[in-house]
């Protein structure tokens, strides 16, 4: 008997692990930053680029860096999610027009609706760069001492909002 | 009106797009280390590209940074460790050992053992399981005779 339960045994649990692995999506790339600073940056606003605006500002609160750009699909689908959230004025949220042209990305805001306290363009992508972004849209939570708390890979919907960011701000901004 | 299309037809070949030229350093001994150092390393978007290979934004992107840090004169080392702290392990082919690597790098090995201790282990109880057979002094010489076979035997 032994002789035909072992190799089942051995099967099922190998396929258990596939089975799993099946569903893991590959491009999730889970961050290094999460409990890192957040780095700093210094960029042109994106409906006044003669005024800069510097991450440094935000000491002391609990805020949202969206990465968006007017040519991303997935941000189209993120927006009204966003326009939601600023009606409630819960966490202050801004934008980094992501390798965009800035009128591009000016119209997209004009048409669309505008949930950011403020946009900045990242036009080349460094700071993109350096914030580990590899597709748009990707969101940071960063805490009051200007720690990264949580990052959203792709659109935050309405339900990752709800389960996931919401709680975690009411426990930043509560400390 | 025919005429009229066909020569619409001939401008088609205008429209067709072969994309912006990849941008080189001056300095083709840099161009050649950013290349050696970028094909150990991921492209995030198309995960499978070495980011030396890669013609995605991003990918260039990474390059012009590489090759920024290595005209600061940061040495390789310095440069992958930059590019893992933004984006994790997973941007080097060559996975480093840690403990939650550990399965990864020495799992074939511990299988390799399990296998050989199975294969040792089974065979010793087979081992055992064998007894030598004794034969009967009638049999013996019957085998003899089976053996060998007298000279004068026919043969076919």
Not at chain 1, 9 to 31: C, D, K, Q, R, W
Not at chain 1, 105 to 114: K, S
Not at chain 2, 137 to 151: G, H, K, V
């Given at each position: 008997?032994?002789?035909?339960?072992?190799?089942?045994?051995?099967?099922?649990?190998?396929?258990?692990?596939?089975?799993?692995?099946?569903?893991?999506?590959?491009?999730?790339?889970?961050?290094?930053?999460?409990?890192?600073?957040?780095?700093?940056?210094?960029?042109?606003?994106?409906?006044?680029?003669?005024?800069?605006?510097?991450?440094?500002?935000?000491?002391?609160?609990?805020?949202?860096?969206?990465?968006?750009?007017?040519?991303?699909?997935?941000?189209?689908?993120?927006h009204?999610?966003?326009?939601?959230?600023?009606?409630?004025?819960?966490?202050?949220i801004?934008?980094?027009?992501?390798?965009?042209?800035?009128?591009?990305?000016?119209?997209?805001?004009?048409?669309?609706?505008?949930?950011?306290?403020?946009?900045?363009?990242?036009?080349?992508?460094?700071?993109?760069?350096?914030?580990?972004?590899?597709?748009?849209?990707?969101?940071?939570?960063?805490?009051?001492?200007?720690?990264?708390?949580?990052?959203q890979?792709?659109?935050?919907?309405?339900?990752?909002?709800?389960?996931?960011?919401?709680?975690?701000?009411?426990?930043?901004?509560?400390? | 009106m025919?005429?009229?299309?066909?020569?619409?037809?001939?401008?088609?070949?205008?429209?067709?797009?072969?994309?912006?030229?990849?941008?080189?350093?001056?300095?083709?001994?840099?161009?050649?280390?950013?290349?050696?150092?970028?094909?150990?390393l991921?492209?995030?978007?198309?995960?499978?590209?070495?980011?030396?290979?890669?013609?995605?934004?991003?990918?260039?992107?990474?390059?012009?940074?590489?090759?920024?840090q290595?005209?600061?004169?940061?040495?390789?080392?310095?440069?992958?460790?930059?590019?893992?702290?933004?984006y994790?392990?997973?941007?080097?082919?060559?996975?480093?050992?840690?403990?939650?690597?550990?399965?990864?790098?020495?799992?074939?090995?511990?299988?390799?053992?399990?296998?050989?201790?199975?294969?040792?282990?089974?065979?010793?109880?087979?081992?055992?399981?064998?007894s030598?057979?004794?034969l009967?002094?009638?049999?013996?010489?019957?085998?003899?005779?089976?053996?060998?076979?007298?000279?004068?035997?026919?043969?076919?």
């Amino acid at each position: 008997m032994m002789r035909y339960i072992l190799p089942f045994v051995v099967f099922m649990v190998l396929a258990v692990f596939l089975f799993i692995g099946l569903g893991l999506n590959p491009h999730e790339v889970p961050s290094p930053l999460i409990n890192k600073p957040a780095p700093a940056f210094t960029l042109p606003q994106l409906h006044d680029p003669s005024r800069q605006f510097s991450s440094q500002n935000m000491k002391g609160q609990v805020w949202l860096l969206n990465y968006w750009a007017s040519w991303c699909a997935a941000c189209k689908t993120e927006h009204p999610v966003f326009m939601a959230l600023a009606r409630q004025n819960i966490v202050p949220i801004y934008g980094v027009d992501y390798k965009d042209k800035r009128e591009n990305g000016q119209a997209w805001l004009r048409d669309g609706g505008d949930p950011y306290v403020l946009s900045v363009s990242d036009m080349d992508g460094r700071t993109g760069i350096d914030y580990g972004v590899y597709g748009v849209p990707e969101t940071y939570l960063i805490d009051k001492e200007g720690v990264i708390r949580y990052k959203q890979i792709g659109a935050v919907t309405q339900q990752i909002l709800q389960e996931k960011i919401l709680p975690l701000v009411a426990e930043l901004q509560a400390k | 009106m025919k005429n009229l299309l066909i020569l619409l037809f001939c401008l088609l070949p205008g429209f067709s797009y072969a994309g912006e030229a990849i941008d080189m350093a001056d300095d083709p001994v840099l161009e050649k280390r950013m290349i050696g150092l970028a094909e150990n390393l991921r492209c995030l978007v198309c995960q499978n590209e070495s980011l030396a290979s890669s013609r995605s934004e991003l990918a260039e992107d990474l390059r012009r940074e590489v090759r920024e840090q290595m005209q600061k004169g940061l040495t390789d080392q310095e440069i992958i460790d930059y590019l893992v702290s933004r984006y994790g392990d997973f941007v080097l082919f060559d996975p480093p050992v840690k403990s939650y690597t550990l399965l990864l790098w020495y799992g074939p090995f511990a299988l390799l053992l399990a296998g050989l201790a199975g294969l040792v282990f089974q065979l010793s109880k087979r081992n055992n399981k064998v007894s030598e057979a004794r034969l009967s002094a009638e049999d013996e010489q019957r085998a003899a005779a089976m053996l060998n076979p007298p000279e004068d035997s026919p043969k076919d």
